[in-house]
Nanobody, 112 residues
Framework: QVQLVESGGGLVQPGGSLRLSCTASGLEFDRAFFAWFRQTPGSERVLVARQHSSGFAKYLDSVEGRFTISRDVTTNTLYLQMDRLQPEDTAVYYC??????WGQGTQVTVSP
């Protein structure tokens, strides 16, 4: 069974950085499509970043240039490096695989 487990969330000040991790099992990691979504209370879940197995990546306009999605096939881990964080980035962040599977989410809070 596919399992995705996020980690790395926390509290950070505006302008700071965090790196989220998603460890994956039960799928062919190096061939998978991966994405990061985020969601705030009362809002829909929004696609933040996505990466195909080719390495092609695309980002939400508001995070372009600040966030980087990557993967390490030796550890079956997906990453989201988040730099120059803003209060508007506060959300629960979810790992997503092959348009089917979700992790449990990890909270990111950007506040003084």
């Amino acid at each position: 069974q596919v399992q995705l487990v996020e980690s790395g969330g926390g509290l950070v000040q505006p302008g700071g950085s965090l790196r989220l991790s998603c460890t994956a099992s039960g799928l062919e990691f190096d061939r998978a499509f991966f994405a990061w979504f985020r969601q705030t209370p009362g809002s829909e879940r929004v696609l933040v970043a996505r990466q195909h197995s080719s390495g092609f990546a695309k980002y939400l306009d508001s995070v372009e240039g600040r966030f980087t999605i990557s993967r390490d096939v030796t550890t079956n881990t997906l990453y989201l490096q988040m730099d120059r964080l803003q209060p508007e980035d506060t959300a629960v962040y979810y790992c997503h695989a092959n348009n089917q599977h979700w992790g449990q989410g990890t909270q990111v809070t950007v506040s003084p």
